[in-house]
């Protein structure tokens, strides 16, 4: 029942994409003194994305001709990981940033964890709403 609400998928996947991102900026902080490493982030996960997957279009292209553009785009996209832009390098060639990486943690945790309390809440107006207080 659940999966069939989109707004219950699109905080889920936010709410997996701040895990996979916590996983990489620990990375970054586990290679600070890493000689030649350079800082990870993943790409912003977009609400706009989200919800073009969910909208179903009324007719559906299909293509007709090899030489045609394929349309279909992977939902992994979200999920790529890119290099850091913003960095120091020192003389050992590393791109950590410490105090950089400590404030996108801080950051990424207050938003794993709004985007928790919505979902929590969610289904609590959820259980409301079919009487199950």
């Known amino acids: 029942m659940l999966n069939d609400l989109p707004l219950m998928g ?16 620990a990375s970054n902080v586990a290679n600070a003194d890493t000689p030649g490493y350079r800082p990870n982030d993943l790409k912003e996960l977009k609400f706009d994305r ?23 785009s992977s939902s992994r996209e979200a999920y790529d990981s ?9 003389p050992s060639g590393n791109g950590v940033v410490l105090e ?23 289904l609590g107006l959820l259980k409301i709403a079919i009487g199950r207080s």
């Open 50 to 72: 989200q919800l073009a997957q969910v909208r179903k279009p009324i007719a559906g292209m299909a293509i007709t001709h090899t030489k045609h553009i394929n349309v279909a």
């Open 10 to 25: 699109f905080i889920r996947d936010k709410m997996k994409w701040h895990q996979s991102r916590q996983t990489v900026l």
């Open 100 to 122: 950089d990486q400590m404030m996108k943690v801080a950051s990424n945790q207050f938003d794993y964890q709004l985007a928790t309390s919505v979902y929590s809440r969610s």
């Open 82 to 90: 890119r290099s850091g832009q913003d960095f120091e390098v020192t």
